[in-house]
């Protein structure tokens, strides 16, 4: 199964993609609440069990966002030279990394941690000015630096600890994977990720065609995985879908459920809210509190005064 080209992400797509290839994705798509699982939107493979650890992935993320998305090299404690890019963790400097989970000299593997785009996401339902956004037709959730005010709520609801903060900047960032929306996928129809792993452990697709493919594996080779596809449901569904053979949990995918917290606090909110009567209501009662105080306060020195004379 081979990458899409850049033709044929137009075609995934459709005609939103094609406004997204152009740079043109809005915030088209900024509540979650609703949605049914969509197997159109555009996601990511990724195998474990095929990746050899080497890091081109990281290197070339980097490479292809370091302008857009104000990203910088990060030095090793033992690089005197400066040569080397060497994140420890996902950082303000950093949208995706590649982990080692050893569990025996035999048995180990590699895990690539980035922004899982979920279907129903915590980060957009909570942001307070729809800096991060989900665009509908291509599932994408991204981020606009220039609607952010920095409440960093987006970090907080996120169950994968994903975005994080430049705290080093003068001009500080949320900075997280955003497919390469406005870079790699406009140019070539892929993201950069998954056009440099040369043993083909990210594909770039369809989310239909990539939980068929995932099963597909899992049918083949049973032995060799866990039978289970990580973001087939979790949350509500995710569009970056992982294959491995340990379990997720050690791999540092969390057991979430099927269920999305944003559904639920957006239902919450949305019934509070339902045409005002709540703050409406609340306002009527702190006002009738308010007006009952002034009066007992204008009633009291007259009593006092009462009190006195006698
Ligand atoms: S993984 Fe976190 S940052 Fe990414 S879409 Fe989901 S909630 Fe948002
Ligand atoms: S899709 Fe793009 S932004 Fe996301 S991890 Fe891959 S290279 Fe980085
Ligand atoms: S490029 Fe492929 S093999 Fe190399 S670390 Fe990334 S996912 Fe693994």
Redesign the pocket.
């Known amino acids: 199964m081979k990458n899409p080209s850049r033709r044929q992400f137009l075609k995934l797509v459709g005609v939103g993609g094609a406004a997204l290839a152009a740079g043109a994705v809005g915030g088209s798509a900024v509540a979650s609440e609703g949605l049914k699982i969509n197997n159109d939107n555009v996601a990511m493979l990724y195998d474990a069990t095929r990746c050899v650890g080497c890091k081109a992935c990281m290197t070339t993320c980097k490479r292809v966002n370091l302008a857009s998305g104000s990203l910088a090299y990060e030095k090793a404690d033992f690089d005197a030279d400066g040569l080397w890019d060497a994140p420890a963790d996902l950082s303000g400097d950093t949208r995706t990394l590649i982990k080692l989970h050893k569990e025996s000299p035999t048995k180990w593997s590699y895990v690539k941690h980035s ?4 279907q129903k ?4 339902s909570v942001c307070p000015v729809s800096a ?1 956004t989900r665009d509908a037709q291509s599932g994408i ?1 991204s981020y606009d630096k220039n609607i952010c005010i920095g409440c960093r709520y ?1 970090q907080i ?4 600890n ?2 994080r903060f430049q705290w080093d900047k003068a001009l500080p960032q949320i900075v ?1 994977c955003d497919m390469c929306k406005s870079t790699e996928l406009p140019r070539t129809g892929t993201t950069g990720c998954a056009s440099v792993c040369p043993v083909d452990a990210i594909h770039f697709g369809k989310r239909g065609d990539l939980l068929l493919e995932a099963q597909r594996r899992l049918d083949a080779q049973p032995e060799k995985y866990v039978q289970y596809i990580y973001g087939a449901h979790e949350l509500g569904g995710l569009n970056h879908l992982c294959l491995a053979g340990v379990t997720f949990e050690k791999l540092g995918l969390p057991i979430v459920g099927d269920q999305p917290p944003a559904e639920f606090s957006e239902k919450i909110q949305h019934t509070i809210y339902k045409g005002f009567i709540a703050p409406i209501a609340l306002y009527g009662s702190l006002c009738y509190v308010a007006i009952r105080n002034m009066k007992q306060g204008a009633d009291k020195p007259a009593a006092d005064e009462k009190g006195d004379d006698a």
């Open positions: 922004c899982m785009h979920c996401p915590s980060c957009v991060m959730v987006c609801a996120c169950a994968f994903i975005p997280k």
